[in-house]
């Protein structure tokens, strides 16, 4: 018996690419025998078609978790209304631009309760030199602020539901994925990195790296480090 599934799209100006990233989960359910599983796709405050497609889809009969914030809020207000709403046994996050083939996950849609699931990006040939650069200083700041050493903090994650949700995580910003993956260490649930193809996107553009956001994030990382100091002291008393 295969484990259930609850997979989060994530999407923001995506009306390119948002129906076929929703047909290709159902259609890895259905090659995978995943019949307990659902579908939760949450529009981050888009402005162009996407909200409109979305809801087109969920008419036209498919049984999918529609979630639409009235403005853009960002990557880690989106990760957690999509975690917040999640009620299968495993989640993972994918992206609506169509970059990350679900087919991945195939040889580990069943995964123990002591790890997670970790993919990493073995190349980044769409990253501008400001995102690489932005890429690196998180890294680095994983690695020996966070005592946190996976290759890619920011690529596609998979938890058990109930471990996440047990977090009580602090972070609304880009910064939330390490968040979850430090207080996982943490508690010894220790990550399955998984190589994964970083595919190009066929339309739309790339929207994480904004000037806005690195400000948000920055701003975060002082937080951030208390909220996993605190933790660890948690666990320990």
């Not at 390490?178 to 649930?189: P, Q, R, W």
Request: charged share 25%.
């Amino acid at each position: 018996m295969n484990q259930s599934w609850s997979v989060i799209i994530i999407a923001y100006n995506e009306e390119k690419t948002i129906a076929s990233v929703i047909d290709q989960v159902q259609n890895f359910f259905k090659k995978n025998n995943i019949s307990d599983s659902e579908i939760i796709v949450v529009d981050d405050g888009s402005d162009d078609n996407t909200h409109n497609i979305i809801k087109d889809i969920v008419n036209a009969g498919s049984d999918i978790k529609r979630i639409r914030h009235s403005e853009n809020l960002g990557i880690g207000m989106a990760l957690l209304s999509g975690y917040k709403n999640a009620e299968k046994e495993n989640v993972m996050m994918i992206p609506a631009d169509g970059q990350f083939d679900i087919d991945e996950l195939s040889e580990n849609k069943n995964f123990s309760v002591n790890t997670y699931l970790s993919f990493y990006r073995k190349e980044l040939k769409d990253y501008t030199f400001f995102r690489k650069v932005v890429t690196g200083m998180n890294r680095t700041f994983n690695k020996y602020l966070l005592n946190l050493g996976i290759k890619d903090v920011n690529w596609v994650k998979a938890y058990k539901t109930s471990e996440l949700k047990s977090l009580d995580l602090k972070l609304e910003s880009s910064l939330l994925g390490s968040e979850i993956c430090a207080k996982l260490n943490v508690k010894g649930t220790g990550a399955t990195e998984i190589p994964s193809v970083y595919h190009k996107r066929s339309a739309g553009t790339a929207k994480g790296a904004s000037f806005k956001n690195l400000i948000k994030a920055v701003t975060e990382l002082l937080k951030l480090t208390f909220v996993i100091r605190q933790f660890r002291k948690d666990k320990i008393n």
